[in-house]
């Protein structure tokens, strides 16, 4: 389904948006366990198809369950500086990956939208490749991401955000320096907020991950690969 209508939006050069899919399952209904699970995996479909959506209900926002909030409150790009390739995210891990080609033209910057309550209430970190490319600041409700003066224009570019542990959610790291430097498009770093503590200026401090960073550099070089072999 979801190809086909991608396809008549290529042929007629529009936008589009999936709509008029039941969005909600109160707690009590005999069924409530079935649209939980169509709710997901229709959401879901349309990260990979990057297809934006809109559902439908007749009942009040607090008849919903729990999981249906939580399908809501999915992590998501609301804005993105260049052309979208991925854009997924897990309800399980609250891990959300987005990857896309750099326009360095669009002076604003990539806007992520993301729920401290239910996803990350202990903080949260942000793996961005290539390491150095891009200040990232935080808003009331995600997080911003603009280019420096090293970004490259054209280049194929990622981000990995995930929750802190309880364990790390009062400490942060800023001993990395976060200056923009001209570095290897392989190499990442992450960026730590800190549920517990308000940036003063809205900017997170930089940390090192290297078991994400190893993750990133695989999903960067197949990144690479496609934006020069196709």
Same mark, same amino acid.
């Given at each position: 389904?979801f190809?086909?209508?991608?396809?008549?939006?290529?042929?007629?050069?529009?936008?589009?948006?999936?709509?008029?899919?039941?969005?909600?399952?109160?707690?009590?209904?005999?069924?409530?366990?079935?649209?939980?699970?169509?709710?997901?995996?229709?959401?879901?479909?349309?990260?990979?198809?990057?297809?934006?959506?809109i559902?439908?209900?007749?009942?009040?926002?607090?008849?919903?369950?729990?999981?249906?909030?939580q399908?809501?409150?999915?992590?998501?790009?609301?804005?993105?500086?260049?052309?979208?390739?991925?854009?997924?995210?897990?309800?399980?891990?609250?891990?959300?990956?987005?990857?896309?080609?750099?326009?360095?033209?669009i002076?604003?910057?990539?806007?992520?939208?993301?729920?401290?309550k239910?996803?990350?209430?202990?903080?949260?970190?942000?793996m961005t490749?290539?390491?150095?490319?891009?200040?990232?600041?935080?808003?009331?409700?995600?997080?911003?991401?603009?280019?420096?003066?090293?970004?490259?224009?054209e280049?194929?570019?990622?981000?990995?955000?995930?929750?802190?542990?309880?364990?790390? *959610? &009062?400490? /942060? %790291? +800023? #001993? $990395?320096?976060? @200056?923009?430097?001209?570095?290897?498009p392989?190499?990442? !770093? *992450? &960026?730590? /907020? %800190? +549920? #517990? $503590?308000?940036? @003063?200026?809205?900017?997170?401090?930089?940390?090192?991950? !290297? *078991?994400?960073?190893?993750k990133?550099?695989?999903?960067?070089?197949?990144?690479?690969?496609l934006?020069?072999?196709?």
């Amino acid at each position: 389904m979801f190809i086909n209508r991608l396809r008549d939006l290529e042929h007629l050069g529009i936008g589009g948006m999936l709509t008029e899919f039941r969005a909600w399952a109160a707690e009590g209904d005999e069924d409530r366990e079935e649209i939980d699970g169509l709710m997901r995996s229709t959401v879901e479909a349309a990260d990979k198809y990057l297809q934006s959506w809109i559902g439908w209900g007749y009942r009040s926002i607090q008849d919903r369950s729990e999981s249906v909030a939580q399908h809501y409150a999915r992590t998501y790009a609301s804005a993105v500086a260049g052309t979208t390739v991925e854009s997924a995210f897990n309800e399980d891990t609250a891990e959300f990956r987005l990857s896309w080609i750099i326009n360095t033209d669009i002076s604003q910057p990539s806007e992520i939208k993301l729920s401290k309550k239910l996803y990350y209430p202990f903080g949260f970190e942000v793996m961005t490749q290539p390491q150095g490319w891009f200040n990232i600041s935080e808003t009331s409700n995600g997080f911003h991401i603009m280019y420096n003066s090293v970004t490259r224009n054209e280049y194929a570019a990622s981000i990995l955000v995930f929750p802190k542990p309880f364990a790390d *959610s &009062t400490t /942060t %790291d +800023s #001993s $990395t320096d976060s @200056s923009p430097t001209n570095s290897d498009p392989t190499s990442s !770093s *992450s &960026t730590s /907020t %800190d +549920s #517990s $503590t308000t940036p @003063s200026s809205g900017s997170a401090n930089l940390v090192t991950t !290297s *078991s994400w960073k190893q993750k990133a550099a695989i999903s960067f070089t197949i990144l690479l690969y496609l934006r020069f072999n196709i």
